[in-house]
């Protein structure tokens, strides 16, 4: 089974400022990671993924998360955000065995409020 | 695109309904999947389902069931509606394997 922590529930962070949300998982299996982010009042939307290869992922909207197995994080970041940033961004994780691979595992989500 | 269809934006029921939820998708994926959304909980897990006619259980069942007749719709019903049911409802489908999962854009059902 697999876990994940969002260490923060809500970022506020100002427009054009650098902001990172972070993510720690917890697996005894070799796993896929995911960032998804939802908008008010709509479903979620696939920011980026890690499937293999580069650990450094870039994802949608200038966003990029580092894989990092030995900390067991995935990390979002990115270097100036806009007004239009502002929303909850949730952190997934999946067994990449393909076993029992169906599912998600989500974390709890962080708001991020980008100010004028 | 993959798209995924949500029949109901929102939804005002009474308590002791019976309350069907729908979803399409497009993409001829074998896995669909049923989440309820509450604030500080994140998304939560009520059935999914790998194949027509088959389903599992997820994390939070009771007072749910579901329905897969067709791949491309998966149904979730609430047989006798509660006000601790109200909730935002997202529905999410995947191909086997990678899984990502790929949502609507939700119903949010109040429960009176």
């Known amino acids: 089974a697999q876990s994940v922590t969002q260490l923060d529930s809500q970022v506020p962070v100002f427009e054009e400022a650098p902001v990172e949300l972070r993510c720690n998982y917890s697996?005894?299996?070799?796993?896929?990671l995911f960032w998804y982010v939802q908008y008010p009042n709509q479903g979620l939307q696939l920011l980026l993924k890690?499937?293999?290869?580069?650990?450094l992922v870039k994802g949608i909207n200038g966003f990029e998360a580092e894989f990092n197995k030995s900390q067991t994080s995935f990390h979002l970041r990115k270097p100036s955000v806009h007004i239009s940033d502002t929303a909850e961004y949730f952190c997934a994780v999946s067994d990449s065995t393909g076993a029992g691979s169906y599912q998600l595992t989500f974390g709890k989500g962080t708001k991020l409020s980008v100010i004028p | 695109d993959v798209k995924v269809t949500q029949s109901s934006r929102y939804l005002v029921k009474r308590t002791g309904e019976k309350v069907f939820l729908e979803c399409v998708q497009d993409?001829?994926?074998?896995?669909m999947f049923w989440y309820r959304q509450d604030p500080g909980l994140g998304l939560r897990l009520i059935y999914f389902s790998y194949d027509v006619k088959m389903k599992e259980k997820g994390d939070i069942p009771e007072g749910y069931s579901v329905s897969r007749e067709k791949k491309e719709r998966f149904s979730l019903i609430l047989e006798s509606a509660s006000t601790n049911q109200t909730s935002m409802y997202l529905c999410?489908?995947?191909?086997?394997?990678?899984?990502?999962?790929?949502f609507g854009a939700g119903t949010r059902l109040s429960v009176l």
């Open positions: 993409m001829d994926h074998e896995n």
């Open positions: 697996s005894s299996v070799s796993v896929y």
């Open positions: 999410a489908s995947s191909l086997t394997g990678v899984n990502i999962q790929y």
């Open positions: 890690y499937l293999s290869g580069s650990t």
